[in-house]
């Protein structure tokens, strides 16, 4: 109405316009009308404009988020020319993520749930048949055609094949990314790290993929040969050169991948710490995993128990201590010496016990009177100068220290209970990481004898619970991971000391 009227009621509408009639009173209808299309703070169409800019917001992410600011005023040397990387083009939002899963997902356990009932009745059938005396049905002519359940998985497995191909743009940024990460051709970026940290929890997805496009493959074939399904699926299972080589090889991928990440952080950086020390935890992984890989579940020596739990021990300590950098021992003139207990990682139980042995001595309180010189002089007193006296110190050394061990004080979360929370389900669940790597058998390409390389005694369910576990776990280190270099980005770019992040391989 404004734009079709005359130039006198255009001034009078336009909230920037001079002089004109005086404002109507605001009881007025007229007074209403004009704050509902001018826009007004505190006016419902602001608030409904505001409330839609949120949800597509929420929806797409279209506009591109500015460059991050460096000490010496410029920007990403690794980006563009105008500051953004090709890559960072399109930065999908959590609720299309979501919708992309769901759509994915429910038909893929729908078919699953209908493969689980055709079985059923197939094995039904099977059975009946076998008996003596059984006399099948005569069919109806509107009955449909008998399909083994078999080829079901074809039909839903062609459509996902498809959908990880198309579109075509974005499936070759998807993958692009994931080469970046798998093979560092270029200065590792904290995207390609964080990738390869979440690719190796991503194990037996990956070698069940490998698996599912094989077996699809291999029944094409067998369809266009008329060959029987069933023995397609037992040449498959029974396959050496699957079992024995391309699974395994599939599984120590990610291991290689992050052992040649780290070397490159250390050679572009020149820092050995703390590249290498990265680098020999993946080793030590790798070496426990080949041993469990290769031999069976019962015929594995008592020191590979202790290598993996000597593993799991210094993956769990470089989560705390290097990933997430989360324990830190304040000095004893720090104002956070003084803070409250509750910010105390170490429980006081420990502490107060701790205190308790460095000051109490059994063989202090010895008399010597009770005893022999000579027992005293070769038994009791090298005993107390030799052991007592060492573990004392040691005990007030532990009890100084874990006093004072403290969380970071630079945090997101104001729940000091979540820290302590993530750094427990964090231990508990570290071994599912390398429980993953270890298939349920391996077939030996020479001879064909299959061994049993991990127990299941869920029927199948182990993999299941131990896949969901450890994604669980790296969810978790994930949050904990992205906030930490949130925190030093900030630092950097506001030049409050932080951590330099031009460094090439840490924060690009």
Not at 84 to 91: G, I, K, L, S, T
Not at 333 to 354: Q, Y
Not at 448 to 465: L, P, R
Request: proline share 8%; charged share 20%; glycine share 8%.
């Amino acid at each position: 109405r404004a734009s079709g009227g005359s130039a006198h009621q255009r001034r009078a509408l336009s909230p920037a316009a001079g002089g004109g009639s005086p404002p109507p009173s605001p009881g007025s209808s007229s007074s209403a009308r004009s704050r509902l299309f001018r826009h007004e703070e505190g006016s419902p169409m602001s608030y409904i404009t505001d409330r839609a800019k949120r949800g597509l917001d929420m929806l797409i992410v279209s506009d591109r988020m500015p460059p991050l600011p460096f000490r010496d005023g410029g920007v990403d040397p690794s980006a563009g020319g105008d500051g953004h990387d090709e890559a960072e083009e399109y930065a999908p939002s959590a609720p299309s993520v979501l919708g992309a899963a769901l759509d994915l997902s429910l038909p893929v356990l729908f078919n699953f749930h209908m493969f689980v009932v055709l079985m059923k009745d197939f094995y039904k059938k099977e059975f009946l048949r076998s008996q003596e005396g059984y006399v099948e049905k005569e069919r109806s002519v509107f009955a449909p055609p008998d399909l083994p359940p078999k080829y079901l998985p074809m039909f839903y497995l062609t459509p996902l094949i498809l959908r990880s191909q198309l579109p075509r743009r974005s499936r070759r940024r998807f993958y692009g990314t994931v080469f970046d990460a798998l093979v560092p051709i270029r200065p590792v970026r904290f995207r390609d790290a964080f990738l390869g940290d979440c690719i190796t929890s991503l194990v037996r997805p990956l070698c069940d993929i490998v698996f599912t496009s094989v077996y699809y493959l291999a029944v094409l074939h067998g369809i266009l040969r008329r060959a029987d399904i069933d023995d397609v699926g037992r040449a498959v299972s029974e396959s050496g050169l699957i079992h024995g080589l391309v699974l395994p090889a599939v599984a120590i991928l990610p291991l290689f991948t992050k052992i040649i990440q780290t070397l490159r952080q250390a050679y572009d950086t020149g820092r050995r710490w703390p590249h290498l020390g990265n680098t020999a935890k993946y080793c030590g992984a790798g070496w426990v995993v080949l041993y469990g890989m290769t031999h069976a579940a019962g015929e594995r020596s008592p020191w590979w128990t202790a290598a993996f739990a000597v593993a799991t021990l210094y993956q769990t300590a470089w989560d705390v201590m290097m990933d997430w950098e989360m324990l830190v021992i304040v000095p004893r003139d720090s104002p956070l010496e003084d803070g409250p207990v509750t910010s105390s990682f170490v429980p006081g139980w420990i502490v107060r016990c701790l205190a308790r042995l460095s000051n109490y001595s059994c063989v202090d309180s010895l008399n010597p009177r009770l005893f022999p010189s000579i027992l005293l002089r070769y038994v009791v007193q090298p005993f107390r100068r030799r052991i007592t006296h060492p573990v004392w110190n040691l005990c007030r050394l532990g009890r100084d220290k874990l006093s004072r061990v403290r969380l970071r004080p630079d945090r997101l979360f104001d729940d000091p209970s979540f820290y302590w929370k993530a750094m427990l389900l964090n231990a508990s669940l570290r071994f599912c990481w390398m429980m993953n790597f270890i298939p349920a058998y391996r077939v030996s390409m020479r001879s064909g004898e299959v061994q049993e390389t991990f127990v299941d005694k869920a029927h199948g369910w182990s993999f299941v619970i131990l896949t969901a576990l450890e994604v669980a776990r790296r969810s978790v280190w994930a949050i904990i991971k992205v906030e930490l270099e949130t925190i030093k980005l900030t630092a950097a770019g506001e030049g409050g000391g932080g951590a330099d992040p031009t460094a090439p391989g840490e924060y690009h």
